[in-house]
């Protein structure tokens, strides 16, 4: 069975960095995306940034200029870089891989990111 492994959060300064990684294990489908999502507490999950097998991106108006998504195909592994970050970065990261069958669809746990001095 396909599964998720985060790693990467932790607490960080205002303006500081952190990269974030996620690596598929198990029997994994074919994966045409992946991607990161976040929730704050009392918040829906939102979409952070995306990446498809080709290598396009997609990112959150709120992230844009500030986090990197990148993508190693071979081994099913994605990382977001993220700088500048701000306290309204603060929030559980799950990292999420989606098929070419929409029926495709696995998550990780998450990762808690803190943003706090």
């Known amino acids: 069975q396909a599964q998720l492994v985060e790693s990467g959060g932790g607490l960080v300064q205002p303006g500081g960095s952190l990269r974030l990684s996620c690596a598929a294990s198990?029997?994994?489908?074919?994966?045409?995306?992946m991607g990161w999502y976040r929730q704050a507490p009392g918040k829906q999950r939102d979409l952070v940034a995306t990446?498809?097998?080709?290598?396009?991106?997609n990112y959150a108006d709120s992230v844009k200029g500030r986090f990197t998504i990148s993508r190693d195909s071979a081994k099913n592994t994605v990382h977001l870089e993220m700088n500048s970050l701000k306290p309204e970065d603060t929030a559980v990261y799950y990292c999420n891989a989606q098929g070419y069958d929409p029926s495709d669809r696995v998550w990780g746990r998450g990762t808690l990111v803190t943003v706090s001095s």
């Open positions: 198990g029997t994994i489908f074919s994966i045409y995306a």
């Open positions: 990446i498809t097998s080709g290598g396009n991106t």
